[in-house]
């Protein structure tokens, strides 16, 4: 009796394994049609980080010893490389085929302050640009699991407004050492007290900053559990993917960080978003597709469901743009709540780097204090090229035929709430430009403070059975 009790509870948590990897729910009722995505097969082979030389007393470098793991990995056809509760500090960890970065709770992989450990040397020459942390390029079946924390050390890289920080923050950043520039208006980590720069001036080391974790060219891709914070530039950016997963991640940094993107999918296919928690310095869920001819060249952003996520502080909840030259097509976003962010549905772009959007669809959105608005259309984002500046601050250049305008039709809102915003929905854009058309805004409640729109004069939006109410 006991050996079928036993089988029989062996059989259920073997049914509640293969359900935590299936991901078919989330497809249904669907408005377009779209691939199920599914989870990355890693083979049942696991070694430790510790076999391989690994201290996790914040003091040791790993790198090496990450290096050692994959490979070992590697020759076995791949498995799970297990991190440990500890703070393992490391430079550049590249995965490869088959493996999973597992951390155990209480686990942090930290990234080394010392910034030239990020720049790859090839034939003697070092790279122009730094790497970032965690990569893989033209990789299959990868994944970062767990309840651990990846750490980006981004203060050793970011430049720092002082009006965007208090005193005593302040202090802090010149207690680093590091460099003020415009009058103490900014604060580069330039000639930090204990780190060398890997640039001649603030300036040029700041075009090196790299982001944290980004695959490139890669397919069956998933980060599930984990918690990413604080990096250098942007946090996770899977790029040119196929069959992507991000499940139950928390992707957090300061909220002035520079540049501080939580997850940016560019030119990926088939991609999920689910349960993930976000609160960032800069967008928070954002669909980019490639600027000019090289974003024509990797196609668009295709098959996206995003679903059950909460955005705190964030640029944007969700955004597409600003680069999207590519196109944006196949697009669900549904059952997400944003509380607290500058905006909630915002579409940027601007001339040289826009594209079209096909088949978006956007439902059952909550939102509660929007600092500036709730939906938002911003085709004049970067185009000053092509834009005059009038006395009364507005744009007013006439274009035609100019490259790669942004197109944002073919997109589909409804069920949106929104408590608390200053503009429930604005477009803004450059006469001779039809660059909204085909939107819809249907059953929506919008409690605004300032506006409830703000159009452009040749913006086509469809509002229907919706409430717009102030005080």
Known sequence: MKRFVLLCLSYILAVNVVQADDYGEYYNNLPVNMPIVNAPVIPDYSVNIKDFGGVGDGLTLNTEAFSKAISALNKKGGGHLVVPAGIWLSGLISLKDNIDLHLEKNAILLASP???????????????????????????????????????????????????????????????GGTETEGGKLWFPFNLRHFDNIASSPEAQEKMRTHLIRFTDCENVMVKGVTIQNSPKFHLIPTRCTNVIVDGVIIRCPWNAQNGDALDISSCRNVLIVNNTIDAGDDGICMKGGAGESGVKYGPCENILIEN???????????????????????????????????????????????????????????????????????????????????????????DNAPFAPEFCDIHISNVVCRNVKTAISVTGLPGMNCVHDVTVDNSTFFYTKKDKEFIDNAELNITNSKFVSF
């Open 309 to 399: 996520n909460a955005v705190f502080h964030a640029h944007g909840g969700f955004v597409i743009g600003s680069e999207f030259s590519g196109g944006m097509k196949n697009i669900v976003v549904r059952n997400n709540r944003f509380c607290g962010t500058d905006t909630g549905l915002r579409f940027k772009s601007g001339i040289g780097r826009g594209g079209k959007t096909e088949g978006i669809y956007i439902s059952d959105i909550y939102m509660t204090d929007i600092k500036d608005e709730a939906i938002v259309f911003d085709c004049t984002y970067i185009d000053k090229k092509y834009s005059v500046i009038e006395d009364d601050g507005k744009k007013s250049e006439v274009v």
């Open 114 to 176: 010392d910034r030239s450990l990020f720049i790859k040397e090839k034939d003697g020459k070092k790279d122009t640009k730094c790497t970032p942390m965690i990569n893989a390029s033209k990789r299959k079946n990868i994944s970062i699991t767990g309840d651990g924390v990846i750490d980006g050390n981004g203060a050793y890289w970011r430049p720092v407004k002082r009006s965007k920080v208090s005193d005593t923050e302040w202090k802090d950043f010149l207690y680093m």
